[in-house]
């Protein structure tokens, strides 16, 4: 859903810049046929380039300025993906998320500070959802009914050939109008020449078939019936096809005055037919400013190469560009590079793991135990908190919106860890994501795959247990399970959310906990809660999780949320 609203502001923004481009350059000139083709490019562009995605030969200069245009993109995607539930309700690891907030009377636990706000934003998105769907229902049905009318209107009506065309004779007083081969005129309030004047204009509408250009501005008009440019857009197209067929009719010899005339006396109070050329369209003074305007010369024409380098930037700026090679660009980045320089076989295994996009990570911790890297700045363990800060201080613009992808060798202590988590959440830096290795021989090596979580504020409040079982929560703590009890582990969670409606998961784990084994046993919670999901899923739906649709599986969360917390002995709660 998150993907659709950011495809919808950025067609919007494409279409918002070739119509300034069209009112800046070209309303006023009098070559318009390339006009209308140049409206009919920029509604077909303004679709099509936001889904364009080329991998380019790396050069340093030109991958620059492509990523200062990705920074500069990430704002508004970040504010967009910040409604996304596909992220945060699943992997902020909120204790007791939405279920417990309410339970526990809105108090904290863990992180439903951070809860607390992703539910207004999901209900926000939740609300444009449902207001956006309803325009796009009702412009639908009415585009629907506007065609079924038009078909209905044509069977009533009496009908003749002329010229390879079907003029349909209205026995109503209403404007003269043409859809496709269609042409419907009232000849009983015209006489014969002004009858062949509106035929012929009518005409020109048909054979340059206008009216493909306008269901492209309806159905466009449809998706983005919110946008007041794109109606807008819909009105200039139907101005420049009058005026193509205004000039053509005079080109063929009629006399301009008594053309002109007839325009002001087809001006009559009753509204012109959306969806069709109509001849009486209300833009007379415009017309008739146009066909006694002198045609615009060749300096006026060289305005449409500017078109060209418009295209360019709207593409340059709202396509996704990215490099085929990962090398690293010399010089100083703001972006993280994807290669790693972990050995492949440091990464822990994990049978739960998502895919990560990496156009959201900003931040990339790798460290052996020894040596530690943030993006392209080597420090070790004590020096990361100042090297954190210099890089939050250089990102300003990004605050708020980090997201942190750790490259972490498995036999790190979790000592180390809990140090590096404090760190982040001390600078309010809150989405993490652990690198992990399929445990599975058929994965693709080009993609990287990650167990998302959220860390709690560093100010989060913690309930105390006698608190949380007074409220019927039922607490399931486990310390570190070896490789061996894992299964059993698993075992005892199904139960316990399969028993339970209100339940908490308590993980501790100790300092000297390798990275691997706290891996091992948060996956192994994960992996329960995606079996148990996916066989209510099946069950109630007849798919998966992931094939539903997203505000689907938001519910199908909220029936099973992941309550989990994590704790290094003698220290706070983690999650």
């Known amino acids: 859903m998150a993907e659709y609203i950011i495809y919808l502001l950025e067609t919007g923004v494409c279409l918002a810049l070739f119509y300034v481009g069209y009112i800046l350059l070209f309303r006023k000139e009098t070559y318009f046929a390339f006009v209308r083709y140049y409206l009919i490019c920029s509604m077909v562009l303004a679709l099509v380039i936001p889904l364009i995605h080329i991998d380019l030969a790396s050069d340093n200069a030109l991958r620059r300025k492509i990523e200062s245009i990705h920074r500069y993109k990430s704002y508004y995607e970040e504010v967009v993906l910040l409604t996304d539930a596909e992220f945060d309700l699943e992997d902020q690891l909120a204790a007791g998320e939405e279920m417990v907030n309410k339970n526990l009377e809105n108090k904290t636990l863990g992180a439903p500070l951070v809860s607390a706000d992703k539910n207004k934003l999901n209900r926000v998105q939740l609300i444009f959802f449902l207001v956006y769907a309803a325009g796009v229902l009702f412009f639908f049905a009415r585009f629907l009914y506007l065609l079924i009318w038009l078909n209905g209107f044509s069977k009533k ?37 002004q009858f062949e004047q509106v035929f012929a204009h009518e005409k020109i509408h048909a054979n340059q078939k206008h009216s493909f250009d306008l269901l492209l501005a309806h159905v466009f008009t449809i998706f983005q019936w919110f946008n007041p440019l794109v109606w807008r857009m819909h009105k200039s197209m139907k101005i420049v096809h009058e005026y193509i067929a205004d000039r053509k009719v005079v080109e063929q010899g009629y006399e301009l005055f008594d053309y002109q005339s007839l325009l002001l006396s087809q001006l009559i109070s009753i509204r012109s037919v959306e969806l069709v050329n109509n001849f009486n369209l209300l833009s007379i003074k415009k017309r008739i400013a146009m066909m006694n305007k002198m045609k615009s010369g060749h300096m006026a024409k060289l305005k449409a190469i500017v078109a060209v380098p418009l295209v360019m930037l709207v593409f340059f700026v ?27 076989n440091s990464w822990p295994l994990a049978k739960y793991y998502r895919e990560i996009d990496m156009d959201r990570v900003s931040i ?23 090297v954190l800060e210099e890089f939050l201080k250089e990102n300003t613009a990004n605050a708020g919106y980090h997201m942190v992808l750790f490259d972490i060798d498995k036999q790190v202590k979790m000592e180390d860890m809990y140090f590096i988590f404090k760190t982040l959440r001390e600078n309010e830096v809150y989405k993490v994501a652990y690198r992990v290795m399929p445990e599975s021989s058929n994965f693709d090596k080009s993609i990287v795959y990650a167990q998302p979580q959220m860390l709690p504020p560093i100010d989060a409040q913690i309930i105390k247990k006698d608190e949380l079982r007074k409220e019927g929560v039922k607490l399931f703590e486990y310390k570190d399970v070896p490789a061996s009890g894992i299964e059993d582990l698993k075992m005892d969670i199904e139960k316990l959310i399969q028993g339970s409606k209100k339940y908490i998961i308590e993980y501790e784990f100790s300092k000297e906990t390798t990275y691997e084994t706290y891996i091992n046993n948060t996956n192994a919670v994960f992996q329960v809660f995606n079996k148990v999901r996916n066989f209510y899923t099946q069950e109630n739906y007849n798919k998966k999780l992931d094939e539903l649709e997203s505000d689907v599986q938001e519910e199908v969360r909220k029936v099973f949320p992941i309550t989990l917390m994590m704790v290094m002995a003698g220290e706070e709660i983690l999650n």
């Open 157 to 193: 009506n009496k009908k003749e050939n002329i010229d390879g065309l079907k003029l349909v004779t209205l026995d109503k007083e209403m404007p003269s109008f043409s859809f496709f081969n269609r042409i419907f005129i009232n000849r009983n309030i015209l006489t014969a020449s």
């Open 318 to 344: 709202f396509s996704d560009l990215t490099f085929a090679d990962s090398d690293v660009i010399s010089g100083e980045t703001n972006q993280p590079q994807i290669s790693s320089i972990m050995p492949v």
């Open 364 to 386: 990339i911790i790798w460290y052996d135990g020894s040596k530690m890297r943030l993006n392209e700045k080597f420090c070790n363990l004590q020096e990361f908190p100042v």
